[in-house]
Each structure stands twice: as C-alpha cells, then as structure tokens.
C-alpha cells in the first residue's frame, strides 16, 4: 500500500490561508482515490474532500466549497490541500488518506487504507 507523508499546517487568523501537502510513496499516488480528513477534538474524524483516481470527479464538503480545494501534481506524487478565508469551525487536525476505491471515503474514515501521520490547523479569532 501506498505510504504517505504530510507536511504544512500551523496557526493562523481566521481569513488567512494554509497549504497541506501529502506525499506518496512506495506506489503511484494517480493509482489511488484519496482524500483529506480532519478531526476536531471530541468529535468524528469527517472527509472535508476527496478525488477519484484520474481526478476526473472531486468532492468538497458543503462547509467548505468555494474556500478550500483539494488537488493533486502527478509529476511530483504529492497531493495538496489549499485552505482559503479559514474559519475557527476550520480548526482541526488534518489527515490525508488513500483507497483503491474512491466510494470508500463516504463509508467512513476507519475503512481508508492508507493514512498521513495527521497535521494541526488552527484558525484563531
């Protein structure tokens, strides 16, 4: 299975931006659906976007569309996470993770095969 390596992050105010990256290795990451994860302290971990294999069909969580996007550079087998106009509802921990199957990431975040190692955001007000 795919390894993958996060990095980005930090503290920053509410209406600022952040980049997380996520990078694979061991295997090609285009042979993979991933996704990027957050959790919040006392809550369940909730899939914030997700991208099929070729990229061809992506997904944001409703709270965040228009704000952060999720994307992917095949040359480099690194996956991105740009954070726009951060709320403090944003404030999380982030993780990226990845599956053969894209339909896998709206089951739950436990059924995921591979995960990056988490990443703190936090939006101060």
């Known amino acids: 299975q795919v390894q993958l390596v996060q990095s980005g992050g930090g503290v920053v105010q509410a209406g600022g931006a952040l980049r997380l990256s996520c990078a694979a290795s061991g295997h090609t990451f285009s042979g993979y659906a991933w996704g990027w994860f957050r959790q919040a302290p006392g809550k369940v971990r909730e899939l914030v976007a997700g991208r099929t294999r070729s990229g061809g069909s992506t997904y944001h969580k409703e709270s965040v569309k228009g704000r952060i996007t999720i994307s992917r550079d095949n040359a480099k087998n690194t996956g991105y996470l740009q954070m726009d106009i951060l709320e403090t509802p944003d404030t999380a921990v982030y993780f990226c993770?990845?599956?053969?199957?894209?339909?896998?990431?709206?089951?739950?975040?436990?059924?995921?095969?591979?995960w990056g190692q988490g990443t703190q955001v936090t939006a101060s007000s």
């Open positions: 993770a990845a599956d053969a199957n894209y339909g896998t990431m709206f089951g739950g975040a436990r059924y995921m095969t591979s």
